[in-house]
């Protein structure tokens, strides 16, 4: 719940939502009935079930994970019968300008805890911005820096994996999206 998940959010879900999760993109997203949802890094498929719910059986649902545990753990606990419009996909997150298929596909890209782990934060934006239909929207949740991260913190793997070593200053990521094309561009601290 300090992430911003509801009860009605978790109250199905067998699965633990996962220590790495930074907040509830699926919350800030405004999902609307019909929508094409992808999520970055989609671990477990809990986000996409979420997502699922809001966009209803007119939208559909795409995780993208790059680790094929991952997948097979998404597929076991997404119940087909209870949630026919999620698939999930084996690929890198820096990968999706390269997936034809996607081109201009989605309304909205969702992540979660995802983004700072990428050593090519502009390649994946640049994917981003290519599977978005124009005027789509990325809604993520993610560490932020606020001032440079000392270098020997960057180095550490307990940095790493507890995702604070890479993330991105909050100004550089601003430009970062400015940059690949984004518009509106607004980060919340929180």
């Not at 699965?15 to 999902?31: E, T, W």
């Not at 119940?79 to 419009?85: F, I, L, Q, V």
């Not at 599977?131 to 993610?142: A, E, T, Y």
Request: hydrophobic fraction near 35%.
């Amino acid at each position: 719940m300090s992430l911003g998940y509801t009860e009605e959010d978790v109250q199905d879900e067998t699965v633990p939502i996962g220590n790495l999760s930074c907040g509830n993109p699926v919350g800030l997203a405004d999902l609307k009935e019909g929508e094409i949802v992808m999520d970055l890094g989609c671990g477990t498929g809990f986000d996409c079930r979420l997502a699922s719910k809001r966009v209803g059986p007119k939208g559909s649902v795409i995780g993208i994970d790059m680790t094929q545990e991952m997948i097979d753990k998404a597929i076991e606990v997404t119940k087909k019968e209870k949630y026919p419009n999620i698939q999930y996909e084996l690929s890198k997150i820096e990968d999706l300008e390269n997936i034809e298929k996607f081109n201009s596909k989605f309304d909205v890209v969702i992540s979660n805890c995802v983004f700072n782990l990428s050593p090519e934060k502009e390649k994946v934006l640049k994917g981003v911005y290519f599977v978005l239909k124009k005027g789509g929207r990325l809604i993520f949740s993610d560490p932020v820096a606020l001032k440079p991260i000392p270098e020997e913190i960057r180095k550490d793997m307990k940095s790493y994996t507890s995702c604070m070593a890479n993330a991105s200053l909050n100004d550089d990521l601003n430009k970062l999206l400015t940059n690949v094309g984004f518009k509106d561009v607004r980060i919340e601290v929180t």
